[in-house]
Every structure is written in C-alpha cells, then in structure tokens.
DNA sequence: AGTCTATATGTAGGCTGTCTATATGTAGAC
DNA sequence: GTCTACATATAGACAGCCTACATATAGACT
C-alpha cells in the first residue's frame, strides 16, 4: 500500500472503525489490519497524531482509562463525529467514481 | 474534490488518460474533466510538474510541436508507462477493496 | 535475573506531491 | 483594444503521512 494513496482517507478510516464502538489506538491498528485482511497496516506515527487532530476537532472524544498497570485512551465518535462519518463515506463514493471513470477502460 | 485525496493517484489518472492517444498537457485537464463528468478539474500547476515528473521517470515521452503560434507539448505513454499503468490499475483495485472493506458496513 | 515479545502512547523531523498565485504569450471574437 | 480561450510554466505554501526514536507495563521463557 502505496502510503500517499492514503492520504485524505485516514480520517475516514478512524471515523469508521469507531462508528461500532469505542476504541484506543493500539486497537484502532489492529482493527484495521483486521477489516482490510492485512492490507492496511497503519503506523501508530500517522493514528495517533491523526486521533488527537480528529479530537482537537470535535470529531472523537477521548478519555484515559486503566487495564492494570496500562493506560489507555480510548476514543468514541461524537455527534459530529457521526456526521463527518457520513459525509466522508458519501465523498469515497463520488472520489472513487470519479477516478473509476478514468481508470476503467469500460466505462 | 478534497485535494489530499487526489494524493498518490494523480501518476494513473495522467498515465490512464494518455493510453489511447498522445495529448498536450491542456488537453489532458479538459480530457479528465470531461471523462469524470466533471467532477475532476485538476489545477494546471498540479498537472505541468506532474507530467514533468513522469516524463524524467520515464514514464512518458515529451515532444514539442506547433499549433499555428501556439506551442505544445505532447506526452505519450513509453512501454515503461504502460507497464506502469497496468501497475496503478492493480494498486488502484487493492486500495479501493481495502478502504471499502473498511468503510463499506455491508462487508 | 535477564531477555524477549506484545501491548500501549507519543513526539520530532523529513518528505513529497498537490495547491494557490503569478507570469508569459498566441488566437480569435467582439 | 479588450476579453476570453488556449497553452505552458514556476515559486512557495501547506498538510499529512512516514520513519525513527523514546518511554513504559505485562507476561513468558530461560
């Protein structure tokens, strides 16, 4: 995976694997991994940073908890968070169409 | 069209585009517009620099040739670029699965 | 006791490709 | 003589993803 085609899309990627349920970062990772059958393996430099950005901007909201000695933060979507949600699966669909139809010989 | 999604994708749109024919690099915008219906209006100083990047890549082929007074630059896709091309085509399908497995809730 | 791996978060700095803004010039319509 | 379409190009800004590093706990294994 090409780590320029991800750009853009990452916000949309977190914001989905949090639509479920709430999750800290190092489960993000593996949650990803998991969904795209090992194709997206993400580097905790480009989540977290992305998580505190998506934070900052009202979209998650995240809180320390504790699992023995381990501290974790775990996010969830806020309101906000959910409509950027839709509004970014809606911008997949338009972007990837635009680009299939170049792409795609039989279009 | 967020410009960040655009990252990483913009070597197969320039690549796809020249595969049936030679084009000028005005050509190429009007032929991406049109192809998308619309939806993609690239920038001349994203596609002049790109095409120059492709070019010293090997990619494609530049020649320059007059229209009345008017100059243009005509790139065609070397058998390096095609073989390129078919590459972007895969990593195109691989990416569009991965971030759909992702974002898709169907899957 | 020491080492290793998995779990868990975070930052600094680099890279690179897309964008905005600007510059230059021809052709043709009005 | 002005405006729009055609045509190419560069400088500099910007943003976000990456590599590399730093820190720390838990548990297994030797």
Known sequence: MNADALRGHMDA???SVLEREPLHGYAII???RERSGGALDVPTGTVYP???RLE???LLAGE???DGGRKRRTYRLTDAGR???AGER???RSFTT???SVLDPLR
């Open 13 to 15: 990627l977190l914001l």
């Open 30 to 32: 593996e949650a990803l």
């Open 50 to 52: 992305a998580l505190r």
């Open 56 to 58: 900052r901007a009202g």
């Open 64 to 66: 320390w908890a504790s």
């Open 83 to 85: 409509k950027a949600l």
């Open 90 to 92: 809606s911008a997949w």
């Open 98 to 100: 635009a680009i299939g």
